[in-house]
């Protein structure tokens, strides 16, 4: 059934014409504080009766989304509906009054499952687990929080306090135990958890009122995760004049909204939900839905605009995913849009299968596709027959083959599960290494559980970052504890290289808990060396965060001049091993490789001359509902544009999993679908055609 949209503009912001750069006339007043732009404003328009989805629900074009987050009595839809379910207990958003929350823990002293509850000591401002253990008697657990204590938690002395829109930022804890608010595996409402240690490795464990107790991994190395958590810097204040307001049940007000803190450093939209393949392990669900979920061509490019709208920092990479997104009609059309529209990265997250054909990868890489991040679980073919449903790895290699011919580069996604496929990560390091004039990164992907498993089998199948280190560590000689960091530890590089062409860049300041890994060169022999083994870089990002804010702050256009410029290179030399370093690499050539890997314009370079090709080795812990860390999310930096706004990954993909019913505000049934297709009048698709 249609469901109308007819909530009145809750904002008191006025419809103004958006220029060409997404920029806000002169009347409008709203300065970014940071780009020193005008921001755009919006206000919901009174949609026309024709100008409907396909779904019937009303079309809002996308940049002038901005509505208050949904509250009680206020839901319209399918989707506002659920996200209302999920706040039926919601303990954190009613303060200490959510307290005491009731569960079952796990008793440190005799490991049984007993009862206990969180409570809040007063006295020392401090939440407290209180197990009343049958057999170890009723004692408390100290525990770090920062979900309802007054005080604030240590944290990097440039943390901002609260976003743009004035939502408290809380830092990233350091210490365990600690409390957090996560989902209920079942249904999904807010809950309590406790994040807590057992032989040597972190787990989560809560308890929903509804459906019991439920515990799962987080990473199987409790040292290498607490050092991730104090690797990271400042965090960034989210984006200014998000689409939603006044929201407070994160993840139940996406999006984008008032607490997020982040905004995109790969941002996402998906073209279809058709796809060639039908991998039981799919986020997508593609082909299942019994309906066609493809935006049009116009639609597709609102959420572009959508995203480069954003400020301070307009998304700059893009990739376009599904289903399988080169099955779009527009696709190549759609890939020429995003450059046009100022994206300076285009990949697209495929299986790869459609560009085995190597004029169609011409017409891509002509088009302005730069990477393809290419599902490949292994070099071993019974691996597809048991992931995807068929053997693929020939047609994965000759797409491989016309990247190189064709210049484009490939990103390796392997999905790993414990006991299938984690024996590849070290072959597949190898071949990266051998092939990294056209690989530049392998981004290893734990799988993620987004239906119903028994306990046995998320314990058996759980692969967690911390395995990956210990993995990548033994195929490739790095060291556990000085090659590894989180992703957020190089959000200095991008504070800095924005103060070089004063261009915002993409900041990467998702949680310590989200994306780890390391950076290697490639020597011409194929030889991998930890970039981390020649430069100390919690040194280098330290002196370049610190650079960046001087600059910031004295520059009155927030550029470097030549002294900063010589401070630069003085923290490159100072950060050197100069004692231990691999002497083929030295600061230099790090320089010449940072620059190819952030300028198009130079590129990798040719191995061995000045420079050595880079390698990514890291893995993304996709969230689902055992998992989940709303402090998490709140960082997400991979951010979707759809036809309801802007949703982080792990809403859309896992966790609340908002996928299904945002599909169904573009669903067509697959008989019309069908039907239309067989009217449509071929696009333009290459150079030629749209000339
Ligand atoms: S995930 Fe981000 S956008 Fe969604 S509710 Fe949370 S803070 Fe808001
Ligand atoms: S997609 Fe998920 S795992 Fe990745 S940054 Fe966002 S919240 Fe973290
Ligand atoms: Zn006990
Ligand atoms: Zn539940």
Redesign the pocket.
């Known amino acids: 059934m249609p469901e109308p949209r007819t909530r009145p503009p809750t904002n008191s912001l006025q419809t103004q014409p958006l220029t060409p750069s997404g920029s806000a006339p002169e009347q409008d007043g709203t300065l970014c504080p940071i780009c020193r732009e005008h921001a755009p404003s919006f206000v919901i328009p009174t949609p026309a009766a024709d100008d409907e989805q396909r779904s019937g629900v009303p079309h809002r074009p996308l940049q002038e989304i901005h509505r208050q987050a949904v509250g009680d009595g206020d839901a319209q839809t399918e989707l506002e509906r659920f996200k209302l379910e999920m706040r039926r207990y919601a303990p954190v958003q009613k303060g200490i009054k959510g307290l005491p929350w009731r569960g079952s823990w796990l008793c440190g002293r005799c490991d049984e499952i007993v009862p206990g509850q969180f409570v809040y000591d007063e006295a020392a401002d401090a939440i407290d687990l209180e197990l009343a253990c049958p057999t170890c008697g009723t004692y408390r657990e100290r525990h770090q929080d920062a979900l309802f204590v007054k005080q604030r938690p240590p944290a990097h002395h440039r943390q901002p306090g609260e976003t743009y829109s004035g939502f408290p930022i809380r830092p990233i804890l350091t210490e365990l135990p600690r409390t957090v608010e996560t989902l209920c595996p079942e249904c999904s409402s807010l809950i309590l958890g406790r994040y807590f240690v057992k032989d040597r490795a972190v787990w989560i464990e809560k308890t929903c009122p509804e459906h019991g107790y439920f515990r799962d991994k987080i990473n199987s190395d409790v040292e290498l995760y607490l050092r991730g958590t104090r690797s990271g810097f400042q965090d960034e204040r989210g984006v200014f004049q998000?689409q939603?307001e006044g929201?407070s049940?994160?993840?139940?007000?996406?999006?984008?909204?008032?607490?997020?803190?982040s905004t995109s450093c790969l941002a996402q939209i998906d073209l279809t939900n058709r796809c060639n393949l039908a991998c039981p392990v799919c986020f997508a669900s593609a082909n299942q839905a019994g309906y066609v979920a493809e935006p049009d061509y116009e639609v597709v490019v609102e959420m572009l605009q959508t995203l480069r709208n954003q400020h301070p920092h307009p998304a700059t990479a893009i990739q376009f995913t599904g289903g399988e997104p080169t099955l779009h009609p527009d696709f190549l059309r759609i890939i020429r849009q995003a450059n046009e529209l100022g994206f300076s990265h285009v990949q697209i997250a495929t299986n790869g299968l459609l560009l085995a054909d190597l004029d169609f990868a011409q017409r891509a890489a002509e088009a302005g596709l730069h990477t393809l991040y290419m599902q490949f679980d292994g070099l071993d073919d019974g691996l597809y027959q048991e992931l995807r449903g068929r053997k693929l790895l020939e047609r994965k290699l000759a797409t491989i083959e016309n990247c190189r011919r064709t210049g484009m580069k490939v990103c390796l996604v392997p999905t790993l599960v414990k006991g299938v496929n984690d024996n590849q990560v070290g072959p597949l390091l190898r071949f990266a290494a051998e092939n990294a004039d056209v690989i530049s990164a392998i981004a290893y992907q734990p799988v993620a559980f987004t239906g119903r498993i028994s306990r046995e089998d998320l314990a058996q199948k759980r692969y967690t970052l911390g395995d990956l280190a210990h993995d990548l560590s033994a195929a490739a000689g790095a060291d556990l504890h000085r090659d590894f960091f989180p992703l957020n530890h190089i959000a200095p590089l991008s504070r800095i290289m924005q103060t070089l062409d004063g261009k915002p860049k993409i900041r990467p300041s998702c949680h310590s808990d989200c994306a780890f890994g390391t950076y290697f060169f490639v020597t011409p022999e194929h030889e991998l060396i930890p970039i981390p083994g020649v430069f100390d870089t919690m040194r280098l990002f330290s002196g370049l965060n610190e650079l960046a804010a001087r600059i910031e702050r004295t520059r009155p256009d927030q550029r470097a001049n030549w002294r900063d410029r010589i401070s630069m290179l003085w923290t490159f030399l100072r950060s050197y091993r100069w004692r231990s370093a691999d002497r083929r690499v030295n600061p230099l050539t790090f320089m010449h490789a940072l620059r190819g890997m952030t300028n198009k314009r130079h590129g990798r370079g040719s191995a061995g001359r000045r420079t050595y090709r880079t390698l990514m080795a890291a893995g993304m812990h996709f969230m689902d509902r055992y998992n989940y860390d709303?402090e998490r999310?709140?960082r997400?930096v991979i951010l979707y544009s759809t036809v309801d706004g802007?949703?982080?990954f792990c809403?859309i993909n896992g966790g609340p999993t908002y996928r299904p019913f945002i599909e169904k505000m573009l669903a067509q049934p697959i008989a019309e679908w069908r039907a239309a297709q067989a009217d449509r009048t071929p696009t333009p698709t290459t150079a030629a055609d749209n000339a």
């Open positions: 998000p939603v929201g049940a994160c993840p139940t007000d996406c999006g984008l909204c008032n607490q997020h803190h709303t999310i709140r997400c802007v949703y982080p809403t």
